[in-house]
């Protein structure tokens, strides 16, 4: 069956150090694949989103996400996490010749920072 | 730029009622999309509207509905409410089918209480 795996459900780290969010995803072929942030009292906020090409992807707010065929993941990292990460973390899959805006999001990673 | 709005913010219902929950989409978009957030889970898709008519539908009975009107923004009805449909609500919207960007800007969602 499609399905969008988040591992963890909780990750607590200390201000400063180095974060990594598992996501791994079971598709036919591979799908298009987002990060979003849900921080509490907002919505989601788009940070990176792959499509195709380079495997290692940038986006806001100093996170990147490595893109990785042969294991079907798609984690993402940051390298010093700030007190303001602090939130929840969804990995979403888009997949091909889905309807446009259908994603189908893994059941989330909430980020605790320590000071 | 006026984002995504969604009203009312939190309310409560009893099984068997109705309910009608409203969203504005950002400027310039056509393309809105619901999605249900229960607690601790991921957002699941609900339905989708472009340019008025529904274009694709997750997996929801026929009791959650949908309208969108012409200014793009976008009602999402359910009737004889469940227990089990307490949940955050979510609406996004989006510049066309966004040619499957998945780029969606959401709201802060609507949270209702089924008791």
């Known amino acids: 069956a499609q399905s969008v795996t988040q591992p963890d459900i909780h990750i607590t780290v200390s201000e400063g150090a180095s974060l990594e969010l598992r996501c791994n995803y079971s598709y036919g072929a591979t799908p298009y694949l987002f990060w979003y942030v849900q921080s509490p009292g907002q919505g989601l906020q788009l940070l990176l989103k792959?499509?195709?090409?380079?495997?290692l992807v940038q986006g806001i707010k100093g996170f990147e996400a490595e893109f990785k065929r042969s294991q079907s993941s798609f984690n993402l990292r940051k390298p010093s996490v700030h007190w303001s990460d602090a939130a929840e973390y969804f990995c979403?899959?888009?997949?091909?010749?889905?309807?446009?805006?259908?994603?189908?999001f893994g059941g989330g990673t909430r980020v605790l920072v320590k000071p | 730029e006026t984002g995504v709005t969604q009203s009312p913010t939190h309310l409560i219902k009893t099984r068997g009622q109705q309910v009608t929950l409203r969203c504005s989409s950002q400027s310039g978009h056509n393309t809105v999309s619901w999605y249900q957030q229960a607690l601790g889970q991921g957002p699941q898709f609900i339905f989708q509207y472009y340019r008025e008519e529904e274009n694709g539908r997750g997996n929801f009975p026929p009791r959650f509905s949908g309208l969108q009107f012409p200014n793009y923004s976008s009602e999402l009805n359910v009737n004889a409410l469940e227990l089990d449909d307490s949940a955050l609500y979510l609406c996004?919207?989006?510049?066309?089918?966004?040619?499957?960007?998945?780029?969606?800007?959401f709201g802060e969602g609507s949270r209702l209480t089924v008791l």
């Open positions: 979403a899959v888009l997949p091909l010749g889905a309807a446009g805006n259908k994603l189908t």
């Open positions: 792959y499509f195709s090409g380079d495997t």
């Open positions: 996004a919207s989006s510049s066309g089918l966004a040619g499957n960007t998945g780029e969606l800007f």
